[in-house]
């Protein structure tokens, strides 16, 4: 169930950014500033969205719901509450999730802090973080769903890498990595959006 209702909103997600890329192009184009804002209110729902999978994975790994692909993967009844958390990041899905999750989160950000700035570079600025968030919910809802059903659901799992569990710093060391990584884009999206405008 938790899966099921956490692929969803990744679904729901896709079709936001998706809509919110188009909405935002057309609205600059057409000079038609209620467009531009409505595809900043696709950043934020899309940050919630994204949010909701990822609490949803987080409760999936805690409650060992190994109906859920990813928990089966990385999850274990005897791995430690901290490591279960963590583990969130601790293979090619959950990271895809982790990654996406914090994309919305510096989305989110950026048009918060610049909504009223002048000009047509926060809007293209959007644009691209949304063409950019696309990419990663098409992933999420395809080839790598961590929310795939698991059929007969195992008692338990091999549990995380054990690298993860080799030093408290990987607690911290892949969010860090992400959070340098996916902050390029912000960079990025105004480049674009300086060439753009």
């Known amino acids: 169930m938790t899966g099921m209702f956490a692929h969803d909103a990744l679904l729901i997600s896709l079709i936001t950014v998706f809509f919110g890329a188009i909405i935002g192009t057309l609205g600059i184009r057409g000079h038609r500033q209620d467009w531009v ?34 928990v089966a993967q990385v999850g274990s009844n005897e791995t430690p509450l901290f490591y279960t958390v963590i583990s969130l990041w601790g293979a090619l899905e959950g990271s895809i999730l982790f990654w996406a999750w914090v994309l919305g989160a510096y989305s989110t950000a950026v048009i918060w802090i610049n909504r009223k700035r002048p000009g047509n570079l926060v809007p ?74």
């Open 124 to 197: 293209w600025a959007a644009v691209t973080l949304l063409a950019v968030a696309v990419f990663f919910a098409i992933l999420l809802v395809g080839p790598a769903n961590p929310f795939h059903s698991v059929f007969p659901v195992p008692t338990d799992g091999p549990g995380p890498n054990p690298l993860l569990q080799n030093h408290i710093l990987m607690a911290v060391h892949p969010p860090l990595l992400y959070l340098g990584y996916v902050g390029m884009s912000v960079p990025f999206a105004f480049a674009a959006g300086a060439m753009f405008s």
């Open 37 to 70: 804002q409505l595809a900043f209110g696709t950043v934020y729902a899309n940050f919630a969205l994204v949010s909701v999978a990822s609490l949803a994975m987080i409760y999936g790994l805690v409650t060992h719901d190994y109906s859920i692909s990813y």
